[in-house]
């Protein structure tokens, strides 16, 4: 599972890294965009070269450190962009991509609708901004964007409704693990789990070990495996095995 999701990542980035570095060279023959407002404030031909190199250089930044703000930072700069040097359409691809990214990463705890709303304004404010090219085309792109933000949410919040009935009650309500995005990596030390416990976690999350097969493993009896599994659950705030499995099978899990 882990090994797929990385995979599926590294994919994503480097397709788009192709995709940067022929916008950037394809960029470099053209004559930038002279009707956009950009134009007002610095020569196009320059600005887009520069911003779609730049976004380049995140690209492999990303492919090495797999941040997902990276990711995020290189969508957000080509919305602007593309937004601003007509190719509209592109650009509220971009936005709303980031903006899916940041909700199935749960990137936002606190408010979420809130500042989705935010940044759907800033998203409209740019929108506004491509006046230059005609009113008609501005009123285009409104309403599309418009239309795009009303079904992303629709099929986002439908999904995840769909899906959260799979997670048992304890594990949807667990706020142990704060400030984690799902597919984050975390520590067991972090959560003041001793060695042996951190030791039990791993061998059943990871190598799938049953309490009879771990206390055959360590030599001790199958009483005192359950009897630590217990004292990890309260930790945890879940009531049996299968919940801790679901909610720790969420991150990649370390001693």
């Known amino acids: 599972m882990k090994k797929n999701r990385i ?3 590294r994919v994503v980035a480097v397709v788009g890294l192709v995709f940067l570095i022929v916008a950037a060279i394809v960029s470099l023959m053209l004559n930038g965009a002279p009707k956009s407002i950009i134009e ?10 520069v911003v779609h190199f730049i976004c380049v250089g995140l690209a492999l930044v990303f492919l090495i450190t797999q941040n997902i703000y990276v990711m995020i930072s290189i969508f957000a700069l080509e919305s602007e962009l593309t937004i601003l040097t007509n190719y509209e359409e592109l650009g509220i691809f971009f936005f709303y991509a980031a903006l899916i990214l940041i909700l199935c990463k749960d990137l936002i705890k606190d408010k979420p609708r809130k500042k989705i709303i935010w940044m759907f304004l800033v998203h409209l404010v740019t ?9 008609v085309y501005m009123l285009v792109d409104i309403s599309y964007s418009l239309f795009c933000f009303a079904f992303y949410m629709w099929i986002y919040y439908t999904l995840k409704a769909k899906l959260s009935c799979l997670f048992p009650q304890n594990v949807r309500e667990n706020n142990t ?18 060695e042996r416990q951190r030791t039990f976690v791993i061998e059943n999350i990871h190598n799938k070990l049953s309490y009879k097969e771990i206390s055959e493993k360590y030599f001790v009896s199958i009483s005192t495996v359950k ?8 930790i945890f705030n879940v009531s049996n095995i299968e919940e801790l499995r ?8 370390k001693e």
């Open 7 to 9: 995979n599926s990542e």
């Open 227 to 234: 009897k630590i599994f217990a004292e990890v659950f309260k």
């Open 246 to 253: 679901i909610l720790l099978l969420q991150y990649q899990v």
């Open 40 to 49: 007002k404030i610095a020569p196009t031909k320059v600005v887009i070269p």
């Open 177 to 194: 693990i704060i400030g984690k995005p799902a597919g984050s990596t975390i520590s067991l030390s972090d959560y003041n789990l001793n």
């Open 127 to 135: 929108l506004v901004l491509t006046y230059t090219n005609g009113l």
